[in-house]
């Protein structure tokens, strides 16, 4: 399976219009499975919400590292595929984080650092193709009132230095996709070295 | 979806066995999908067969170009899939013969030259992969008495003279996988430009 | 699989709302897969275009013969089946104009006929039901300006004669859409004789 | 979708066998999907066994109605498919002796009358086709020692007279196909003008 | 396979949204899948309406016992088992009556008692649930005029007693949904333990 | 979906036949999905080996803690899901071994503690039911001598003692099972409340 990765250098808002089906194609002409990464503000529009759980809530935070993840090899999508390739990427990324000392905790697809929220993510599919968002807040800052959140900049090292900056932010992004996309590769090619049942 | 082509230059018997799992990887170490090529007699044993409609019969010829195609992309492996790529496979290969100059009649997987058959075709599936084997007599030697055949050397264009030869074989072998590989990326890229019902 | 083909002799317009899933039941009443052929002129109305390549293009010709193929038969449904259904609907399309003394060439879904764009086509599928659209314009009119068309009634054999015409142009969909059938069928039957890995 | 009925006059015995895949099609040259019906003894060689709870039981009877049913419809095959159409085809059954005034009582697969077990049943498959074997005692002969059956023979109304007997026994059978078929292909029109979410 | 059963006791009608993707969850926080039974009054709008054969006919009834059934075992959904599964919950009820001693005929998912209609039924899916509305009037009240219908408290026993009232209503329906799933789990069961060919 | 957990207290040898389908049913009578769970020597034999790329090698170990999972739930199996699955376990037991103080290594569904190799693990199907064998070493016994290997045993915390002993290994178990069906039920929790595109 071949995943173009492309990280978008401007910025721009999450609104949930960006998991419909064939953004990276109608946006950015890209054909096939994607990941699109880039920095923004996330703010869901009712109309876009696609956690039921969430009907109601503010998903918002000012200022987001975003992952759009577009699979188009599983014909039909397979919601089960979608949310486990999303706990794939999620456990990816804690591992990069615990590599460079930040320890976490997991429930489900969400991240915490002291107990404090920093992530969210959703899986969805239509019948050709699996979405996943999954976004980190870079600051603490215009999240909802009632989540105790926290943001990578404000993660600190022992000696209270900050670990990720703009500076190395890309960097952090090139990993998790490129491991991610190691990953489920390593899978397929997995799949061709199996003796079956 | 990437598949590797490996035309392999020397000459080695197709038995049938070919046409099992993973026999890309367990032969020659390729992951994932992949057509493998080569020429050499084909005898199929009565073990290895895969057409129920040829329990009893000989497939056989002493010199045939061979098509090798495993697909792991649809899990699980979809027969219908199997057979329609196959199809494409063997109506590409005549597309290419046509530009050539060369007249053929088709009946399903069949090709044949001056009503005598050029070609034999099977697909076959496990549960993780597709197989697809398509051959070419490149002569009408060693092949079964009741059948009128024809091969590839043995064609000539209307000044008589031979079309295909060893020296441009591969060439024709290159363009046939190549345009074949191309049509299935493409019809991946149109599904991820489709905007469902 | 059956497949039932209806022609309609009477003319109307395809505006797009005839890839709808389930347009055969609703219009005519009929169950399960079926082919629906009619001649009339194409305009896409914007909210209908199901390929996003063509969003923002006009998708227009004065008159058209059209092919509306939905299959029920894959449960669900699966979208390289219905783009690997159009191919064969193309393809067989073209070995049939060939056997008539036509040169075509093919891009994907595309016929062109002396570099001159003959047919539109386009494959979508909701949960239940694949959905095919082939056109092809019978005359060079209406069509967008800025691409080089030709209609079937356009093309003359080397003696300058018109090689179809309003006399023959139900014997060349009937034709057409028995050889897909019979092809769909013969994919089928196959399956059936086919020894598994 | 179309399903081939053959009732096979002559007598031949049941040994599992016939439940492999392409049966009908190595047997009788039958394509697609298909139901054979005939009267035989069974006798399960174990190597045959496909419900691994029989494994070291006997499955046997003198003298038995058998249908045989492969289903090449749905790509690739589902096992849960497979066990809703032998749980369908055992309560048409039973649909059809209570029309004719036998009240039986229904577990799973199998059919009970006056607590006395009339049926046996196995739903199995192979990556391209579905498999139903389903055969009832005619006479309570040659049955396992150690369980109570009753043949179709053996049941009377309440006059005493015998509902079944080799005069109406095809019969029996071709409603009883005709039924299931009916409802399969009912099954697919229901799908074909259902508006989905 | 896990189902949760929920019988709410309070009267609301059933208006067709609550064939939506997910309404148990919505309304009543019920993860995974789920049949919710409740008694009212049917009137289905027509944006509501998923039988496409039902376009422009009034589906109401005054007071019926309503069955709303959504599974997510299968990714993704299938139209085929949807509909089977139907089949299943219409032939358990009627295998319920049978039992009670109402004789009951069957078209496809319409249960009639002499010859009025007892029940509505409709299946339907999205990508990753499937649903089952299955319907049955109390009382021959506020059904269309052109439908000879009949309510299960219309029913009567040979010496004239109502059979069911509102006394035994719920253990009627607790005894279908029951018996229900447990043919499910049954079908799970017997897969888990077949022998594949 | 349910999920049954037996862990199994006497030894007994993993020689690679307990991954064959079915295998809890035929030897334990569990119906549906499973994990079981024992401690013993693991010798595959040549025939049962699963990864084509270990022909030829050994795999084998005195002692270790055995994982075998068998999945029901998706039919027909998918090896997608085999492998998400299996990298699941294998990456929640990671995390639970670092929340013990443990640091590795993952590459794939290979753990490593000080480059030394702690586990080994397939996945594989039938049709029916998806198969993952997870097994970690317990001690650096009976590993084949070119690899460089450890065991659970022989990991100790900064003050050298062990971590993992007799007496808390079934505890370190149970924690992984749990978690490992907590995970997979939270996903099919997710997809139940999830708005599709």
Redesign the interface.
Known sequence: ??IEHKHVAEIFPYDGSQ????WA??EFGI???SIITWVGPVNITPDN?????D?GLEIKSNYMINFICEF??????????A???Q??LV?IF??IL?EKGVETK?E??DIFVDGRKLSIS????????M?IHFALNLEDKGTPDDVDTIGLFDITDEDNNQIFDDGNLVDLVNETVDRFIL?LE????????????
Chains 1, 2, 3, 4, 5, 6 share one sequence.
């Open positions: 399976m071949s998991i419909d089906a064939s194609f109608r054909y096939g499975s919400l696609k956690d039921f759980a009907v188009f090899d599983c014909q039909p999508a397979n919601m089960r595929i949310y486990l390739r706990r794939l456990m804690r591992e615990f997991r489900g697809d959703i899986a969805t599919a239509s019948l050709s193709s979405k990953e390593t899978i397929e090619n997995d799949i061709s070295k199996t003796n079956l049942l």
